[in-house]
């Protein structure tokens, strides 16, 4: 069985070539710039580490990996527009249209090749992605960890080193000089603190990278008293002036790999079976401690049933006490008693207060962890169906445009995967959050892109601009009641001439019409809200102005120079713009309770009166002229 669609196939064989060398070209400058952008995010992490070429290498290939499901449809999108654009504007497209195919025939192969590069970006987030983002955290891990005494920072208090805060204010990055250095020492426990204060310090690592040494320069230290007989709020300190003192700081310097087994909990570092099992186990995880936390609320804030034996139970029944005063001992108590047991309860609201409020935020901590791995699960999809919209963006854009090599195209991509990125962003934080359902936040930006896509193919298909010039000016015209002028010529062949006496009678009930039509609406008043959102159309206007186009048709076919200047003259005629504003009458009644709409249409209904009172004094003065004119030249 043969297929026409697949008739031609040298010409799939070049659409399908172009559009893989553009693809090879844009799939590497967006993975550059991905990886740019990684490498921003990490980049204080990787200065001053001293890092082999190895581990550089071991980063950029392991994020180049994880990157591409993302770099790919907006390469997709790019590759695309620059084609399809250098297809129009070499006139190749042309060329294909005149030989009687379709755009969406000369799209198809591509469609196929970029289903299949859908299924490639499936496999590698599913496959190699997560394996690569497994490694890749530990690599960052592991550099995040190495080197503590390069990381301290300026300005602020580093706590990184265990026993140890420390303070410094500059660091001369030429000569590796720390000015102005403060140490808190809390190694020996924070009663025997020591602080160290001095102008300047050095500071190197030993060759095992096991220890640093902090030289210390022109300082003072400070140091607790330890005598245990000695009153704690009155303890006194040792002071002490040095000009170059020695501080040695265990550290586990120097680049190790560590273990990133802890890091296999992440969502981005598993498959779908992977994620699968893990929401599974974190569904079950939640329940349960929901209905623990569910539990203790309700033995900790609500009191059960009163068990009473059985003297308690015959004595009520004795004396007909069907209900115990709870607040009896309470009555009877002295003020000093009430006011104890007062502050005693409430001291048990507030640490109900502080329990249910860490239970919330583990509750939601949980509910975060759960999403997230739902959000990847349905991640692995969407950017994989990503590459096939971005393609038909970016396809019909091309052949629109007409544009080729990267300025036009990288404009469009850019703002398209601004719009993409901003819409898929905010949905997965929605999602994540617990505001909007999984699947719904995850395909936001599907849904927004896939009808633009559909709508840039249909018009493309058409031979359309995206936006038609003439309509959208035309749609404002009429909205804004702003009139058009007529433009007749005198015509140098006349197949067939006018009968100007059938014309004059015409144009003399036109003239009566337009009088008559004047006095009965009185045009000059303010219109009647039932009259311009539920009458329907005027009918007599319509007539009027058929009457009238019909007129000016015919008489456009005359010789005469100065009927042609007077049929120019004529007014066109809105003859709905004074009557209800849609012909359905639910919509009528609607654009009276959106309340900006009905008065935007109600003053453009009292403008178009106005004009139509002129056009109407127009017509009569003209509908005169032309009378005269035809007896004046003898005509009739």
């Not at 230290?221 to 245990?228: A, E």
């Not at 991640?379 to 393609?391: A, D, R």
């Not at 120019?568 to 012909?583: D, G, M």
Request: hydrophobic share 45%; charged share 25%; proline share 3%.
């Amino acid at each position: 069985m043969k297929f026409p669609w697949f008739h031609i196939k040298k010409l799939d064989i070049f659409i399908i070539k172009t559009f893989t060398s553009n693809l090879m070209g844009t799939f590497l400058i967006c993975l550059f710039i991905f990886i740019m952008q990684l490498l921003w995010r990490w980049v204080d992490d990787f200065v001053e580490k001293g890092l082999d070429f190895t581990v550089l290498s071991q980063f950029f290939a392991l994020g180049s990996i994880t990157l591409v499901s993302q770099a790919l449809p907006l390469a997709i999108l790019l590759a695309a527009l620059m084609t399809f654009g250098n297809f129009g504007e070499k006139l190749e497209l042309l060329a294909m249209k005149a030989a009687g195919i379709p755009l969406f025939r000369i799209m198809l192969p591509l469609i196929i090749y970029c289903t299949v590069l859908g299924g490639i970006s499936f496999y590698f987030q599913n496959v190699v992605s997560p394996y690569a983002q497994m490694k890749l955290l530990t690599v960052m891990y592991s550099i995040k960890q190495s080197s503590p005494e390069s990381e301290i920072p300026e300005g602020v208090f580093y706590d990184k080193l265990e026993g140890y805060n420390i303070y410094v204010e500059h660091k001369d990055k030429k000569s590796g000089t720390l000015h102005n250095v403060v140490i808190y020492d809390t190694s020996a426990g924070f009663e025997n603190t020591n602080i160290l204060v001095s102008d300047s310090a050095t500071i190197v690592s030993t060759a095992d990278e096991k220890h640093m040494i902090l030289t210390m320069y022109s300082g003072e230290q400070f140091s607790n008293l330890t005598d245990q007989q000695i009153n704690k709020r009155n303890r006194p300190y040792r002071r002490e002036t040095f000009s170059v003192k020695e501080v040695l700081i265990e550290v586990d310097g120097g680049f190790e790999m560590k273990d990133g087994a802890f890091l296999k909990g992440n969502a981005a570092s598993k498959n779908i079976k992977e994620l699968e099992v893990a929401i599974d186990s974190l569904t079950l995880a939640n329940d349960s401690v929901g209905l623990q936390n569910w539990k203790s609320v309700l033995r900790s804030t609500y009191k059960g049933r009163t068990e009473m034996d059985a003297m308690d139970s015959t004595f009520m029944q004795k004396n007909n006490i069907y209900s115990i005063n709870v607040d009896s001992l309470y009555n009877v108590s002295t003020k000093r008693s009430k006011l104890m047991w007062k502050k005693s309860q409430l001291n048990k609201v507030k640490q109900l207060k502080t329990d249910y409020e860490i239970k919330h935020k583990i509750m939601r901590s949980l509910d975060k962890d759960l999403n997230k791995h739902k959000i990847s699960w349905w991640e692995k999809f969407t950017l994989s169906v990503g590459c096939l919209i971005f393609f038909f963006i970016g396809a019909p854009l091309g052949a629109i445009v007409r544009k080729g090599g990267l300025g036009y195209p990288v404009l469009i991509s850019v703002a398209t995967f601004i719009l993409y990125y901003i819409f898929n962003t905010s949905g997965s934080k929605m999602a994540r959050e617990g505001e909007w359902h999984i699947w719904y936040g995850a395909w936001l930006s599907t849904f927004i892109l896939a009808p633009l896509g559909a709508f840039f193919t249909y018009q493309a298909n058409k031979d359309s601009g995206i936006f038609n010039g003439d309509s959208i000016n035309a749609f404002f015209r009429a909205m804004l009641g702003i009139p058009e002028k007529r433009h007749i010529s005198l015509k140098e062949v006349v197949i067939e001439t006018p009968d100007y006496n059938k014309d004059a009678e015409i144009l003399e009930e036109l003239h009566n019409e337009a009088r008559e039509y004047k006095k009965i609406n009185k045009l000059k008043k303010l219109p009647s809200i039932k009259r311009v959102f539920f009458n329907e159309n005027d009918n007599r206007v319509d007539s009027f102005n058929e009457k009238l186009e019909n007129l000016v048709e015919e008489m456009g076919n005359s010789k005469n120079k100065k009927v042609i200047i007077h049929l120019n003259e004529f007014p066109i005629l809105s003859p709905h713009a004074i009557s209800s504003p849609f012909k359905r009458r639910w919509l009528n009644i609607m654009s009276v309770i959106v309340f900006p709409v009905g008065i935007f249409i109600y003053l453009r209904s009292l403008k178009f009166r106005v004009r139509l009172l002129k056009d109407l004094i127009k017509i009569e003065q003209n509908t005169k002229n032309i009378i005269n004119i035809l007896k004046k030249e003898k005509l009739i």
